[in-house]
Every structure is written in C-alpha cells, then in structure tokens.
C-alpha cells in the first residue's frame, strides 16, 4: 500500500490536483468554482501543496519531434574507476540529455537523449566514452508517454500472485 503525504487524505487537494493535471493553465477562480470553495481557500492549498513538495512545479511540455528532435535514445553508462562526478558533470553540461538517474545495476546512470539524426549518436556517446562503457537503447514509440504516479484512489496494480500447482 502506497504511503501518501497527509494533504492527500483530503479529498478536496487530491481533485484540486486532479484538475491541475487535466490542465495545469486552469485559473485559482476556475479551480475554486469546480471544488465549491474561495479562491483565497484553494489558493492556501496549493500554497501548502507547493510548500511540503507534493506539487513540484508546473511545466510546459514540448514534442520533442516538433523541435526538430525526433530520435530519442536512452544511455546506461557504467563509469571507470573514479569517473562517477564527471559523468554527471557531462550529462549536466550536454543540451541533448534531457534526464539523467543514478541507477543500481551493473550501469550507474541511465540517461534520456534526443537527437536530431541518428547519425549524431556517435557524438554524444564519445562523450561519454571518454569515461566509461554505454549500451544504447534507441526509443521506437512510448506507448506509455510520461505521466505523473497514481493519486489516492487511484488503482495501483498490486503484485501478481503465483497460484498453486496441484
């Protein structure tokens, strides 16, 4: 069972999210008619939601393709000995790495990267090269685009059971 932040056991922050998901552009009085409170009451809200971390940020999000970027690839890098800083450092400082995370594995990082050809991998993977091992994976389509995690009352797949065999 998820553990969820105590503002989300009030059902009026989980629909206020809820709205902000469906459109994060929607105005503090639209937001406040649709939950049937005072603007200045949903405006503390998201004040206190913004406060403890359960809403982040509000942002806007591009088609990568629409920029002239319609490869995107995902680099797991295994760094050589003493190389860990400087390939954060590399993914930090290289416009085309759009995410970057400190895996467990036999692999430290796995990282996101649009490309405007394929033929411009090898660019970026010589970067990287330069202080570890890559295995690349080229994206072909998402048929689970980006999304945010269940809220309280959502379904959340429990784990499958193994049945007896008899």
Excluded: W
């Excluded at 409170?37 to 206190?48: G, Y």
């Amino acid at each position: 069972m998820p553990v969820f932040s105590n503002l989300l056991r009030d059902a009026r922050n989980v629909q206020l999210i809820r709205l902000l998901q469906s459109d994060p552009r929607t105005p503090v009085s639209e937001l406040a008619r649709r939950i049937g409170m005072s603007a200045p009451a949903v405006k503390e809200r998201l004040l206190r939601l913004e406060e403890t971390g359960v809403i982040r940020g509000y942002r806007l999000e591009l088609d990568p393709s629409a920029l002239g970027l319609p490869v995107t690839v995902y680099v797991r890098v295994r760094p050589a000995a003493g190389q860990l800083p400087r390939i954060i450092e590399l993914a930090r400082s290289l416009p085309q790495v759009v995410e970057c995370h400190r895996i467990t594995g036999e692999d430290c990082f796995i990282v996101k990267v649009h490309l405007d050809s394929i033929e411009n991998l090898d660019q970026v993977l010589d970067r990287f090269l330069t202080f570890g091992q890559t295995t690349t994976s080229i994206v072909q389509s998402s048929p689970v685009p980006l999304r945010a995690p269940p809220l309280p009352g959502e379904a959340v797949a429990a784990p499958a059971r193994r049945r007896k065999r008899r």
